[in-house]
């Protein structure tokens, strides 16, 4: 039978069934090792089944896009969960009105170091203008940080993945974080990770408690809203 | 759950015709968002089986962000010509939102005088 394994695999390869199976099935061998780390962030379930997928398409000279017709489905679903996140937004009403001002304030200033402090940091290290212009809507949800990227001139593609790196980076690095700087409000931990790292950090926050991943995915909203709103006036500006 | 999948993609797909009919920078998702958000204040809450399939959804929000991570493997040798300032810009400007955030909000929480019922 082993002869035939490359003329299986050619088949299958050429049907949406093998990339939409091999992504669930990365994501929950993913999973299991997140739990066997007892839940560490920097085993953090995406990076780990990105990295399979990675290392399995790159072996079998599967390309990108054959891999794509298949997950498509599961990308897919990003549409309906980002209307979903108003179900938890909606659970925490009461304390997003008492808190309006406060988080405004958190939301303006984050936005705008999200994007700014990346531009700057690339380009002082030498990254190409390009690049520049793909990192700053790093912060921001991918579908929206790819129509960013297009409209101030980055590369959409490399911008969604640089917003995964920067999502993953940031659920790693939020607990080291709070715990050196004693932040300890549910709400303040989930919403400073949410305009940080978008819907990534909203996933790691989800998993410390609901309070945490509600605000994360108002501050993950309001954050593409906000930075839609703002690059494309300051960038030109910026980059000149 | 075929009921509360149903309003989620008739959300999402009023936020797209809005965008794309006025041609707005948001995507179609996020005023979707906005619009059940509107629509549940309006409603009082959602249905407990809009709840679960959300929280079902939401679960594994994580899952949905694996293709286009996968994506990376498009852009190995920008990534390879340009990974320091790529890597440090990531690291440190990530970090620093979240700090600088977290901060400015605790700070301001405590400044700003809040309502009595949450003292």
Known sequence: MTPRLGEIWVYLAASPLLG???TLLAYQGACYLNRRCGGHPLANPVLLAVAALVALLWFTATPYQTYFDGAQFVHFLLGPATVALA?????QLGRLKRMALPLFGALLVGSLTAALSAVAIGGLLGAS???QLSLAPKSVTTPIAMGIAESIGGLPSLTAVLVIATGILGAM????????LKIEDDAVRGFALGIASHGIGTARAFQDSEQAGAFAAL???LNGLMTALL?????????? | MIGAITLLLVF???GEVLAQGFGLPIPGPVIGMALLFAALIWRGGPSPELRNTAQGLLQHLSLLFVPAGTGVMLHFQRLSDEWLPLLVSLLVST???IALTALLLRWLLRAVPRSKEDA
């Open chain 1, 129 to 131: 203008q390009a690049t």
């Open chain 1, 219 to 221: 501050a993950m909203g």
């Open chain 2, 95 to 97: 970090a620093l939102t």
């Open chain 1, 231 to 240: 690059l494309p006036v300051v960038m030109p500006w910026v980059i000149g």
């Open chain 1, 20 to 22: 939409l199976t091999m």
């Open chain 2, 12 to 14: 999402q797909l009023l």
């Open chain 1, 87 to 91: 179900i938890p937004l909606h659970a």
């Open chain 1, 173 to 180: 690095a939020a607990r080291f974080i709070y715990r050196a």
